[in-house]
T-cell receptor, first 114, second 112 residues
């Protein structure tokens, strides 16, 4: 069964460093998403991406964040200068379309900023 | 824009008990509703979804949910829970064309 894959599964980084989280969405899906879940808290929407541009973004997704689809398969989330409060589980998801189709989630990347 | 709320933060049940987890959404036009489950240390998995049609939706692992438009609710049910149902359950809704938002989640603990 097709699945969304994310790498790495766990990343530890120093505060102020740049990190890139990688995702390979399901191949025929057109919408891609990033969510984050701070430990013990709710799943928060960061950004959606469609047709090679950001479709929607939340207030969390500030100038420190960016997304990119560098080739036909990968979808990346970059955090330019990490802060302690960026420590969270980051989930990538994809859907065939937007509304009316479910999103499939990857296993997540646990980001720890020290 | 749509929003979704879950009022049960932590539910503790014994095995074989019946389960009902509450989910309410705000009205905002076309409703696409989901229940996702997150087992300990794992990613979000879709339990069931409602887009249109029969308001009683059956999902995986014996779960079902009923869309009640007049109550703005989409409660999750299971007639007899098992220890393996221990997980966090999230209700979710499309708040716009390309944004799914999640409720705060309900942690379900099952006593063996």
């Amino acid at each position: 069964e097709p699945e969304v894959t994310q790498t790495p599964s766990h990343q530890v980084t120093q505060m102020g460093q740049e990190v890139i989280l990688r995702c390979v969405p399901i191949s025929n899906h057109l919408y891609f998403y990033w969510y984050r879940q701070i430990l013990g808290q709710k799943v928060e929407f960061l950004v959606s991406f469609y047709n090679n541009e950001i479709s929607e973004k939340s207030e969390i997704f500030d100038d420190q964040f960016s997304v990119e689809r560098p080739d036909g398969s990968n979808f990346t989330l970059k955090i330019r200068s990490t802060k302690l409060e960026d420590s969270a589980m980051y989930f990538c998801a994809s859907s065939v379309q937007g509304r009316y189709t479910e999103a499939f989630f990857g296993q997540g990347t646990r980001l720890t900023v020290v | 824009a749509q929003s979704v709320s879950q009022h049960n933060h932590h539910v503790i049940l014994s095995e074989a008990a019946s389960l009902e987890l509450g989910c309410n959404y705000s009205y905002g036009g076309t409703v696409n509703l989901f229940w996702y489950v997150q087992y300990p240390g794992q990613h979000l998995q879709l339990l069931l979804k409602y887009f249109s049609g029969d308001p009683l939706v059956k999902g995986i692992k014996g779960f079902e949910a009923e869309f009640i438009k007049s109550k703005f609710s989409f409660n999750l049910r299971k007639p007899s829970v098992q220890w393996s149902d221990t997980a966090e359950y999230f209700c979710a809704v499309y708040s716009s064309a390309s944004k799914i938002i999640f409720g705060s989640g309900t942690r379900l603990s099952i006593r063996p």
